[in-house]
């Protein structure tokens, strides 16, 4: 159980376009999702924290109008990399923690590697 | 607010030995405290977590650790490593049920054969 997906797995775009990540919770409902940044053997950067039919919280320094996030459902959440740049290229990955789960455990997913030409 | 140091960006060690990846945290109230791994172009893998009781909590993969608030510590251990034990190990750290998890900057396990 506890199984997080992201799609896509990867995606190439050019510079200028938006690119939208899902993230689902599969087999759980997730009051919260997170989403996170990871540069090449770089620890985990979290930008922002979504919460289900409520406005993101974005850690300081994220740009909230560039990285557009929707938690419309209880299984998921959207992350939108508007007007992307080559220096937006990364690893994101998001997880998911358990409505109601009491030890702030997070579910991961398998992460979208992004490449911006 | 909270936070975390792991020691050593890498680690070496032969397989069969003994695995040790340290992990010091701050934070101001009792903390969870987690040990994640990572295998390449994944993503993260839940090996144990800290939140109340026992100290000596044990997890997958025959990974254990213990949660000493003396020395604010949280290393991670292994009796024998195995081959497939090489990955990207991550130490974080709550200070809530519903408080973000912060992540120490991960430790690269090698194993040697």
């Known amino acids: 159980g506890a199984v997080v997906s992201q799609h896509p797995s990867w995606v190439i775009c050019k510079s200028g376009t938006s690119v939208k990540i899902e993230c689902r919770s599969l087999d759980f409902q997730a009051t919260t999702m997170f989403w996170y940044r990871q540069f090449p053997k770089k620890s985990l950067m979290l930008m922002a924290t979504s919460n289900e039919g409520s406005k993101a919280t974005y850690e300081q320094g994220v740009e909230k109008d560039k990285f557009l996030i929707n938690h419309a459902s209880l299984t998921l959440s959207t992350l939108t990399v508007t007007s992307a740049h080559p220096e937006d290229s990364s690893f994101y990955i998001c997880?998911?923690?358990?409505?109601?789960?009491?030890?702030?455990?997070?579910?991961f997913g398998p992460g979208t590697r992004l490449t911006v030409l | 607010a909270q936070s975390v140091t792991q020691l050593g960006s890498h680690v070496s060690v032969s397989e069969g030995a003994l695995v040790l990846l340290r992990c010091n945290y701050s934070?101001?109230?009792?903390?969870?405290l987690f040990w994640y791994v990572q295998y390449p172009n994944q993503g993260l893998q839940l090996l144990l977590k800290?939140?109340?009781?026992?100290?000596l909590v044990k997890g997958i993969n025959g990974f254990e650790a213990e949660f000493k608030k003396s020395e604010t510590s949280f290393h991670l251990t292994k009796p024998s490593a195995h081959m497939s034990d090489a990955a990207e190990y991550f130490c974080?750290?709550?200070?809530?049920?519903?408080?973000?998890?912060?992540f120490g900057k991960g430790t690269r396990l090698h194993i040697l054969p």
């Open positions: 934070s101001s109230v009792p903390p969870y």
């Open positions: 800290y939140t109340t009781g026992a100290t």
């Open positions: 974080a750290v709550s200070e809530d049920r519903d408080d973000k998890i912060i």
């Open positions: 997880s998911a923690r358990l409505a109601g789960g009491w030890d702030n455990e997070q579910f």
